[in-house]
């Protein structure tokens, strides 16, 4: 399974599955790597998304944080995660990244300079 907006829109953690022929159970990817060891002898696992965690593409970071957080809020923090947030959302993670980024050049410049 993954995690990932359902047809309500709400983040959770999910299963895709077909209900005509041929059927299947669709596993996005493994379950924190470990998902050929619970197959017992019949691997169905898919390679997944290169993760020990697999999130669906375009799902935001604060809400699938927020539905993790009624359980563990570091527990994302934990594992590797598919490169899954909405463009406009790494945009930002860059712009404040980058301002953090100038703001200690700043501060460092400032120190040189008052020595």
């Known amino acids: 399974g993954h995690f990932g907006p359902t047809d309500t829109g709400e983040i959770e ?16 990817g493994p379950s924190l790597g470990n998902c050929a060891d619970t197959q017992r002898g019949t691997n ?4 997944g998304c290169g993760a020990e965690v697999c999130v669906q593409p375009g ?3 604060a809400s699938l944080r927020a ?7 570091t527990w994302l923090d934990k594992y590797t995660t598919n490169d899954y947030k909405p463009k406009q959302e790494k945009v930002e993670n860059k712009v404040e990244e980058d301002h953090v980024i100038e703001k200690a050049i700043r501060k460092l410049l400032d120190n040189i300079f008052e020595s």
Not at 44 to 47: A, R, T
Not at 67 to 73: E, F, K, M, R, S
């Open 59 to 61: 799902t935001s970071e």
């Open 67 to 73: 539905y993790l957080a009624q359980w563990d809020p």
């Open 44 to 47: 169905f696992c898919h390679p």
């Open 13 to 28: 953690y999910h299963y895709h599955s077909r209900q005509i022929v041929p059927y299947h159970l669709a596993c996005q």
